[in-house]
Each structure stands twice: as C-alpha cells, then as structure tokens.
C-alpha cells in the first residue's frame, strides 16, 4: 500500500527565504505526483504536476522536482511571499485509476512579513 | 469555467438529519471525485465516477452515505441519518481522466451536532 509522508508538518519562515518542502512515498511504481496550495477555508489547488518520466516541472516561483527511485519530491518555493502562507500537499498516483491517488498529510507554510 | 462549484459551502445540522452535498463538475471533465477530510485521517476518497457511472465506492465509509450522479453536471453526496463522527469538509473533484490535474472544489463543510 502507497503511504506519503510529508515532513516538515509545519514551517515558519521569514519573507524572502528560500526553502523546500519534502514529500516522500513507499513505493516507487508511481503514475504521476501533483503538488497542491489549500489555504484556510478553501479548497485545494493544483501547482504542478509531475510525470514519472520527468525530473521536474517549473511554473514562476515554484519548482517541483521527482525522483522515483528514492521515493522523493521536492517542491522549491524561491524568495517566499506572505502569500505564499498555506498548507502545501503533495499526491502520488500509483497508476491511471481514480483511486489512486494518495496524499501526503501536508505541510502547513507561514511566511512572515 | 467557474471550476468546481459545491452548495452549500457550510452547514450545520443536528444528529439524525439527513444531509445533501451538491457539485457541478467541470464541463467536459468525465471524472467526479468525492472526498472527506478531517484533521485525524486527513483527506479521503469516498466515491469516484467515470462519466456518471459509480466505479469505486469502497470509501464510503458506510451504508448512511450514498452518492449519485444524474447526469454529467451534477452529482449528490447525501448522508441519512447523520451522526456527529461525520463532521468535516467534504470536497467534490473533477478531472478529464484520472491521471490528469484534478480540479477541486472550495468544499462542503459539514457540522453535526
């Protein structure tokens, strides 16, 4: 059974830091992985989506890197924002099923002024 | 698009109520996702559909929850009788097939008392 861990479960950072959150999982026969922002009361939004084939995915501040063989992502979020305080998950899909998506606890994100 | 749309976004209801969450997917998105979350198992999957056909309902976590899509707008999870231990927010997802982004709506958060 595919389990994901994130860790730290909550980091608090000062505005401009560079910094990485991690999302690690058991089995490395993955489809996909996606990166997720929920901020306070909302739902959940999509960030970036990484393939098993691809090594990392890009969109402005954020980038999210994939390495199946250790069981490891990263997501890299460069000169942190106050808005960019929320709990960031990640999701790893086993195969091409709708119940294959397992999520990561999350990791809760201030970034202070 | 509007994204995912849930009604109500908040209710709270006394124990033994029956209780209807309502979603209207993303137009063209041939894949409804129903999931809880809750602090304790974080986010779960309850019932996914394939163009308005119930394919996995091994989530549900018993027979007082029911679910079921219509048509390919609108879909209805509905709890009867509701009991306190449901309390948490439920979110309605869509996506074009199961391994592509999923789109998730703002949630349904639910309050049995």
């Known amino acids: 059974k595919q389990e994901v861990t994130q860790i730290p479960a909550a980091l608090s950072v000062p505005e401009g830091e560079n910094l990485v959150l991690n999302c690690s999982f058991t089995?490395?026969?993955?489809?996909?992985l996606q990166w997720f922002r929920q901020d306070p009361g909302k739902g959940l939004t999509s960030l970036l989506l990484?393939?098993?084939?691809?090594r990392e995915q890009t969109s402005g501040r954020l980038n999210a890197s994939l390495d199946k063989s250790s069981g490891r992502s990263t997501l890299y979020i460069a000169a942190s924002q106050p808005g960019d305080s929320a709990t960031y998950l990640c999701?790893?899909?086993?195969?091409?099923?709708?119940?294959?998506?397992?999520f990561g606890g999350g990791t809760r994100l201030m970034v202070k002024p | 698009d509007a994204g995912v749309i849930q009604s109500p976004r908040h209710e709270v209801t006394e124990m033994g109520q029956e209780v209807t969450l309502r979603c209207k997917p993303i137009?063209?998105?041939?894949?409804l996702f129903w999931y809880r979350q809750t602090m304790m198992r974080g986010l779960e999957l309850l019932i996914y559909?394939?163009?308005?056909?119930?394919?996995?309902d091994s989530g549900m976590p018993e027979d007082r929850f029911s679910a079921k899509m219509p048509n390919a707008s609108f879909s209805t999870l509905k709890i009867q009788p509701s009991e306190p231990r449901d309390s948490a927010v439920y979110f309605c997802?869509?996506?074009?097939?199961?391994?592509?982004?999923?789109?998730f709506g703002e949630g349904s958060w639910l309050t049995v008392v």
């Open positions: 997802a869509s996506s074009f097939f199961p391994g592509d982004t999923i789109y």
């Open positions: 089995d490395s026969a993955i489809y996909n």
């Open positions: 990484i393939q098993s084939s691809q």
């Open positions: 999701a790893v899909r086993v195969n091409n099923a709708g119940n294959m998506l397992t």
């Open positions: 137009s063209g998105h041939d894949y």
């Open positions: 559909f394939n163009n308005n056909v119930p394919i996995d």
